[in-house]
């Protein structure tokens, strides 16, 4: 916005000079003038807010004015405006950098200084860790080859990508005292939160026995039924398994580890 402003003011008969006083004298002054463009001053000259102006005789009264022009601005002192025609004072440009110190300072690496609170779990060489809005949680999405332990847990854990680009998740069902028979025992997906499966791509699995004895699980159902089998049904659901070989269960433990895809990615 820019502010206009002239005083005028009459340079008597016979007078050679003539002064004008304005506070905004000293930083907006651009030019005297006369309604005689004959009229030209001898000299000019500014002590503090007053303007004196040096003519030479005059025999009659002369019309003389002064215009100043500054750049008018219209201040805030507060960040709660969207005004887009408005000026921020510095002090509130102190204020907003304060603010983003407090955000960005403490992040960078060699300002921080305590690292209790900052901590990663099982991420492998490679990997790049991402935040995954839809599920609200960090995820490990690039996967890049192997190099490093894989953490075995019964909480649903993101351990890469399928090859059609999908999440890949891992599980660990604990099935404590298994039953023993040559018939499939199920567990719904629902009991074991495998709801949102979409594809099982990966099954293994042990069984512990109470004699401390470890037995693989087969990937397929064995002749006569004599084994330990394992098995993922989508028709209905459930992950199936056969136990016709340790009939002591007590205080056993099937393992059961599955790597899938879901549904909600």
Known sequence: MVVRKILEG?????????????????????????????????????????????????????????EMVKQGLDIVDNLL?????????ANQGYVLKGLIDDIVIPTVPENITDLDDVSVSSIQ???????????????NVNQSGGGSAINYSTNEQVIGTWIDGSILYQKTIDVVNPSYGTS??????????????????????????????????????PQYNIGIVCSVD????????????????????????????????
């Open 184 to 221: 499939w025992s199920t567990i719904p997906f629902s009991d074991v939160g495998l709801s949102d499966m979409k594809e099982c791509v990966y099954i293994e699995g042990v069984l512990v026995s109470s004699l401390d004895a470890v037995y693989n699980i087969q990937a397929y159902r």
């Open 10 to 66: 009459i340079l008597a008969s016979g007078s050679t000079s003539i002064s004008f006083t304005d506070t905004e004298l000293p930083n907006s002054l651009i030019r005297v003038y006369s309604t005689d463009p004959d009229l030209m001053p001898v000299e000019q000259s500014l002590s503090g807010n007053t303007l004196t102006i040096t003519y030479e005789p005059q025999g009659t009264s002369k019309g003389v004015a002064v």
């Open 234 to 265: 989508f028709n209905v659901e459930s992950i199936d398994y056969i136990n016709s070989w340790i009939n002591d269960v007590s205080g056993a433990h099937m393992y059961i580890t599955i790597r899938y895809t879901k549904t909600t990615d």
């Open 81 to 89: 405006t969207d005004d887009s025609t408005k000026a921020l004072s």
């Open 125 to 139: 060489n490679g990997q790049v860790l991402a935040w995954n809005s839809t599920s609200e949680k960090f995820e």
